[in-house]
């Protein structure tokens, strides 16, 4: 195992991806000559040259629609978004063309595509800044979402999603890229999509969270077990294809489900989590779900407010006790 | 082309801009200095009247509401579509349009049969009845679409061109528009990025009047489209989309430019005489104008041409008339006939993986 920074385990995928593949590209702002905004891919522009890591103008519909005629011409892109709120400049791109080109063109064109970069909130950047795009892009058929909680996913995940021969939209988080892990230094280490992590096995309730808010499961099942309780957390780690096998399993085990989400909540993963409990697991509920998620307001900017817009361990702790009935 | 100006890195007193583009005159070609045989005109003249007369059944037939949905006809551009497939290496080269995309895909050799039986949706539609009018697409000739959103094709075009020289395959991408696209920001990205990367792509701008109902001089500040290429730091030019031989001529050069990765701005002036799509009855323009436009007919000139010049009889040209409309007329026979897809279908090519896991919870278990 290597301890490596998110950012150094998504790095590390990239560069045996394109050691592995000449037809594997990146390509993004600031990828090349400054080493990446968040560092993500210092030294690349070195590894592998200009043909290969390559600087846009702030063109983002430009390079991601690039990406896509590029993948339909037989190459496999990496577009880095600077963030992901940038990538609705591109939203064109991504829905209408990198979704939707396979099936229109009835299984002619494939549009083997990587789309990625940080997603959702990073602190006090105020509204345009904090955007959790997941629910928006897992809503389309024909794309993949993929939102890791550690290093080790990172890795793992982010090399099937560029062997992957539909296009996937990978996320990060700027919070989490200087976060450490134990990573396998497996020489050809893959984590397929679609398939949870339990990351901790419990009895009383399951705990349902994905990138940030994974943690924040964590911190709340260490309260809980600190009060008596034996909490299941279930990181997805895919949001589309969704595991919901093993959601379901384990709702059959606890009866009770807590889902945390830091996207705003209407129409979000948590939404649809909890549709699909309740239509394959209903019997099983003891307990309506609850959810926690950011408030159903734009981030705003002020300290406190932020504090108090974004999901906290008290609330899921607070949420968890509530559906044990525990009050 | 010639440029000179303000580059940016100083603070000039005077920037002073000059800019000269190729231009076609409107005086008669003569093929055979264009390196054309007598058969390849005659085939060209085929093709046009291929066209031609596969819309006019496929309009007839969305009277009869055998097609459905959005049927945009590209009669009175057969020029463009002609001309372009025969200055390219069709299956090496590559090509990518908006949704007037018949013309195109017969031009590129794409059967009539299949491009019939994608209008009504059947099986054995060039897309399998997934994309209907608006997106043919065929991977054996290098064709990547029939693209629905004005102007998103257009940085598709430049990853095809990016991809061209990055295998150094030594392919051109041809990219089509209309001129209603150029008011999108995908235009101004895609020719930045293709100016910046020196990318083996044409950008060819069919300027056909109107953006639906929109005149161009109501739509844009500049209707010199050709003149954007100076932002861009690209050469242009400007040809007659009624002439295939200048169409042709204009083509052949900017792909020889494309092929030593020089982008370029192909403006080609054309029209359309039909409305924009079958539900538009063209209110926008007179009679008047119509009609003198008709008389540029692309198919009646080459026709003039060819008779005038004695490369082939009436009674010749008359006889390609019958044999078009007969490849046509089958292909209603087999568009009617070919079954339409099986329900299971519709989760066919969502994604790569037949049985992708997210689609079997769509139902209870």
């Not at chain 2, 020889?256 to 359309?272: G, K």
Request: negative net charge; hydrophobic residues 40%.
């Amino acid at each position: 195992m290597a301890n490596l920074q998110l950012r150094e385990a998504i790095r590390a995928a990239m560069v045996e991806e394109m050691e592995r593949d000449e037809r594997i590209f990146l390509i993004g702002e600031e990828v090349a000559e400054y080493n990446g905004a968040y560092k993500v891919s210092e030294g690349m522009l070195d590894q592998f040259g200009a043909k290969r890591v390559i600087d846009t103008p702030i063109s983002e519909n430009g390079f991601a629609g690039l990406g896509v005629g590029a993948a339909m011409n037989g190459l496999r892109p990496i577009v880095e978004f600077m963030t992901f709120n940038f990538s609705f400049v591109a939203i064109d791109q991504i829905i209408n063309n990198a979704a939707k080109i396979r099936y229109m063109s009835g299984g002619q064109f494939g549009v083997p595509i990587v789309f990625r970069g940080p997603n959702g909130a990073a602190g006090q950047l105020a509204a345009t800044h904090n955007t959790s795009t997941e629910s928006i892009y897992a809503t389309i058929p024909g794309l993949k979402v993929v939102a890791p909680s550690n290093p080790d996913d990172a890795k793992g995940l982010l090399k099937s999603a560029i062997r992957d021969d539909d296009p996937v939209v990978f996320l990060e988080s700027e919070v989490m890229y200087g976060m450490r892990g134990e990573v396998s230094d497996e020489a050809d280490y893959i984590i397929p999509l679609g398939k949870a992590r339990i990351a901790r096995q419990g009895k009383d309730v399951t705990i349902v969270a994905h990138s940030k808010s994974y943690h924040l499961a964590m911190k709340a099942a260490d309260a809980l077990v600190e009060q008596g309780f034996d909490p299941e957390v279930i990181d997805p780690r895919t949001i589309r294809p969704l595991d919901m096998d093993s959601i379901v399993e384990s709702i059959r085990k606890t009866n009770r489900c807590v889902i945390i989400d830091e996207s705003n909540p209407f129409a979000s993963i948590s939404s649809e989590i909890a549709f699909q409990i309740q239509q394959h697991a209903f019997d099983h509920l003891d307990a309506p779900i609850i959810r926690i998620t950011a408030k159903d307001t734009p981030a705003p900017y002020a300290k406190n407010l932020m504090e108090f817009y974004m999901p906290q361990v008290s609330d899921a702790v607070e949420a968890c006790r509530q559906v044990m009935y525990a009050n | 082309m010639d440029t000179t100006q303000a580059n940016g890195r100083g603070n000039p007193e005077r920037a002073s801009i000059s800019f000269s583009v190729d231009t076609f005159a409107r005086e008669e070609h003569d093929h055979q200095e264009l390196g054309l045989s007598d058969s390849q005109v005659l085939d060209m003249y085929r093709n046009m009247l291929l066209q031609r007369r596969f819309e006019e059944r496929a309009a007839q037939m969305y009277g009869k509401q055998k097609i459905s949905g959005f049927l945009h006809l590209y009669i009175g551009q057969e020029a463009v579509s002609t001309g372009a497939a025969n200055a390219i290496r069709v299956g090496r080269d590559s090509v990518i349009t908006a949704y007037r995309d018949h013309g195109l895909g017969l031009a590129l050799g794409m059967s009539a049969d299949e491009c019939m039986a994608e209008l009504f949706g059947k099986q054995h539609g060039c897309s399998r009845g997934k994309g209907g009018s608006m997106h043919y697409f065929s991977k054996e000739l290098g064709f990547y679409g029939g693209h629905g959103i004005v102007g998103a094709h257009i940085p598709v075009a430049t990853g095809i061109a990016f991809a061209h020289k990055y295998k150094e395959d030594d392919g051109v991408a041809l990219c089509f528009f209309g001129d209603g696209a150029v008011g999108q920001g995908s235009f101004h990205e895609a020719l930045n990025l293709a100016g910046l990367y020196k990318l083996p792509v044409v950008f060819i701008i069919e300027n056909n009047q109107y953006a639906m109902g929109t005149a161009i001089h109501r739509a844009f500040a500049e209707t010199d489209f050709f003149k954007h290429a100076v932002g861009y730091n690209m050469p242009a030019a400007v040809a007659d989309g009624m002439d295939v031989f200048d169409v042709y001529n204009a083509i052949t050069k900017q792909v020889s430019l494309a092929r030593s990765f020089q982008p370029s701005i192909l403006e080609i002036r054309t029209y359309r005489y039909r409305g924009h799509s079958m539900s538009d009855p063209g209110n926008y323009r007179t009679k008047e104008e119509l009609d003198s436009r008709k008389n540029d007919d692309p198919i009646i000139r080459l026709k003039a041409y060819i008779i005038g010049r004695g490369i082939g009889t009436n009674e010749m040209l008359d006889a390609f008339d019958e044999e078009v409309k007969s490849i046509v007329l089958r292909s209603v026979e087999f568009a009617d006939n070919d079954p339409f897809p099986e329900l299971d279908e519709i989760y066919d090519n969502v994604y790569t993986q037949k049985d992708y896991p997210f689609l079997s919870w769509q139902t209870p278990r």
